[in-house]
């Protein structure tokens, strides 16, 4: 019985060792137990050492067999104490001595053996009530190790961060065909900070232009939609001394600085350079095939009028809010 309990004892100790460890390292104790691989290993461990039971139970019983034989009262002695591994697992009780446990009822010839419980049974049964109380403790006492719920919000926070990284960095992958024209504030203002750093050399700080083109106009040598205007800022016009700024500008800023440039669209400059190119009229598939061709004949008449009266010289201030 002494035996008993100590075997108990130390498995306790073993459960709580193993425990102590997961107290500490959470996190990394779920994933673990959450790895396939480790339940594998463990798989092969258990299976093992029940190989090595098999083999050592074997050996032990053949060369039981080529042991000298022995007295009757040392058979009898050894009979009477079961030894090893298994006898301390079932505590079975010898087929001699079965008379001592036989409970004195008889149903129909059926008789009861007052056998102990099997050991194995019992410390199981024991570690499952210390379990019990270890782990309400780890869970839901000290909230040592967060419970399924909070390690599925936690994996939904990492997963929105990894898709924002993604999202950070897919900014930059667009190119003069999915660019799209930003009206994000903040982006904007990135634009004409990059416009002023590197633009206004060629294209004047108001965009009325220099060197380079007025970019105030409705009138585009390269085209005036934003994927136009990206691709020029992106790939350049060499030969006319507009520099590529793909080597120099990320994909996003190119798209911050040409979404930029066309809110100067109908603002005034100070010196405007003359129109270059064609004039671009945004395509607006829905609303065109609404309006009659009279209306649009109207609208360029009126295009028209304001163009010949910024040439005169006169300030087109209505135009600007
Ligand atoms: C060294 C002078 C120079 C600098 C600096 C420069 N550009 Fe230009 N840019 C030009 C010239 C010259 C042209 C006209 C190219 C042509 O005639 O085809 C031009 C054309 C353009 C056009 C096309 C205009 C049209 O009518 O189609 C855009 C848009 C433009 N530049 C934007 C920018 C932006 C944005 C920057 C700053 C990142 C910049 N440029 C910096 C000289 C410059």
Same mark, same amino acid.
């Given at each position: ?42 798989? @092969? &461990?258990?299976? +093992?050492?029940?190989? *090595? ?8 019983? #053949? %060369?039981?067999?080529? =042991? ?40 129909? @010839? &059926?008789?009861? +053996?007052?056998?102990? *419980? ?8 024991? #570690? %499952?009530?210390?379990? =019990? ?48 024209? *930003? ?139």
């Amino acid at each position: 019985m002494n035996k008993t309990y100590k075997s108990a004892a130390a498995l306790l100790v073993l459960v709580l060792a193993v425990q102590m460890p997961a107290m500490a390292a959470g996190e990394w104790l779920m994933d673990t137990l959450n790895d396939a691989y480790f339940w594998l290993v463990m798989m @092969g &461990i258990v299976l +093992l050492g029940v190989a *090595l039971f098999a083999v050592n139970h074997a050996f032990n019983t #053949i %060369s039981k067999q080529f =042991a000298k034989p022995k007295s009757a009262e040392e058979a009898a002695a050894e009979e009477v104490k079961p030894t090893g591994i298994l006898a301390a697992l079932t505590d079975a009780t010898p087929v001699e001595k079965e008379a001592d446990i036989l409970l004195d009822h008889d149903y129909d @010839g &059926i008789k009861e +053996l007052d056998n102990n *419980l099997p050991p194995w049974w019992k410390w199981g049964f024991y #570690i %499952s009530i210390v379990y =019990a109380v270890v782990y309400l403790l780890i869970y839901h006492v000290f909230n040592i190790v967060p419970s399924s719920s909070e390690r599925w919000e936690n994996e939904m926070a990492s997963a929105q961060e990894q898709i924002d990284r993604y999202m950070a960095t897919a900014a930059n992958l667009i190119d003069e065909n999915s660019v799209t024209l *930003l009206e994000d504030e903040g982006r904007l203002k990135n634009g004409k900070k990059i416009y002023d750093l590197n633009c206004v050399a060629c294209h004047a700080a108001d965009g009325g232009g220099l060197v380079g083109p007025n970019l105030t106009d409705e009138y585009w040598i390269h085209g005036g939609s934003i994927n136009s205007v990206f691709a020029v800022i992106k790939n350049g016009v060499i030969e006319k001394g507009m520099i590529p700024w793909k080597t120099q500008l990320s994909p996003a800023e190119m798209q911050d600085v040409a979404s930029y440039v066309l809110t100067l669209q109908g603002t005034t400059p100070a010196n405007p350079k003359a129109a270059e190119g064609e004039k671009y009229v945004p395509e607006a598939p829905e609303a065109a095939a609404d309006e009659d061709s009279t209306d649009v004949e109207n609208a360029e008449g009126e295009a028209s009028e304001e163009e010949s009266a910024s040439e005169e010289g006169t300030e087109v201030a209505l135009v600007t809010p």
